[in-house]
């Protein structure tokens, strides 16, 4: 089954502390994307990815294809990144599905990152 | 950001009663998505689309149609509203890309939260 696991759950923090955020997939991917969700719900697009590592900001995004397994890293964290951060991959394996299937999300389940001041 | 509404933005209804959410785009983008996303399941794929009438199920599509006539509008549709619908409803969208190696980015729209009683 194709499925993709977020470690921690739950995550707070103390403001100015370096955070790492865990994902990891059971089969082949084309990509990798982190995602964002504040409270209230919107969704936005931090990284995509499919090798190596990508830097903006205050955020990075790691990726080991061997592995299946990619980090987002937090430096110097503050209040407002609390948020809910979604991992979510396009799988290999879908594209007997048709190309359009494989271009799809699956999900892990979030984060929920919460920094003190 | 990229041009994607969704309306209505809430709405409750009564189980039983046919609800269409409508996904609206003014990026000329190729992929349209629905997910919906629960505590405890994150968001999963309803159903999604390749093209003007060009649509396919997902992984939760039971109790769902789709419906795309003009590029822009993807309508999700509950024939008879059920409980278990209840949800928060996303629309998202991607460009396509030469060759099928590559994947895009997904914009999402800010979510429908619908409330079936």
């Known amino acids: 089954k194709n499925e993709v696991e977020q470690s921690p759950q739950n995550l707070t923090a103390q403001e100015g502390e370096f955070i790492t955020i865990n994902c990891s997939y059971s089969v082949g991917i084309s990509a990798l994307h982190w995602l964002q969700q504040h409270p209230g719900g919107g969704i936005v697009s931090l990284f995509m990815?499919?090798?190596g590592k990508k830097k903006h900001g205050r955020l990075i995004a790691t990726i080991n294809i061997q592995e299946k397994h990619s980090s987002l890293h937090i430096t110097a964290s503050h209040p407002r990144d609390s948020a809910v951060y979604i991992c979510?991959?396009?799988?290999?394996?879908?594209?007997?599905?048709?190309?359009?299937?494989?271009?799809?999300?699956?999900f892990g389940s979030g984060t929920r990152l919460q920094v003190q001041p | 950001d990229a041009g994607i509404t969704q309306s209505p933005r809430h709405k409750v209804t009564e189980t039983g009663t046919p609800v269409t959410l409508r996904c609206h785009q003014t990026?000329?983008?190729?992929?349209m998505y629905w997910y919906r996303q629960d505590p405890g399941h994150g968001l999963r794929l309803i159903h999604y689309?390749?093209?003007?009438?060009?649509?396919d199920k997902g992984e939760v599509s039971d109790g769902y149609s789709v419906s795309r006539s003009k590029t822009e509008d993807f309508l999700l549709t509950l024939e008879s509203a059920t409980s278990s619908q209840t949800s928060v409803y996303f629309c998202?969208?991607?460009?396509?890309?030469?060759?099928?190696?590559?994947?895009?980015?997904?914009?999402f729209g800010p979510g429908t939260r619908l409330t079936v009683t």
């Open positions: 689309s390749y093209g003007v009438k060009d649509t």
């Open positions: 990815l499919s090798s």
């Open positions: 979510a991959v396009n799988f290999l394996q879908e594209l007997v599905l048709g190309d359009a299937r494989r271009r799809a999300l699956t």
């Open positions: 998202a969208i991607s460009e396509s890309d030469i060759g099928l190696a590559g994947v895009k980015e997904q914009y």
């Open positions: 990026e000329n983008h190729r992929y």
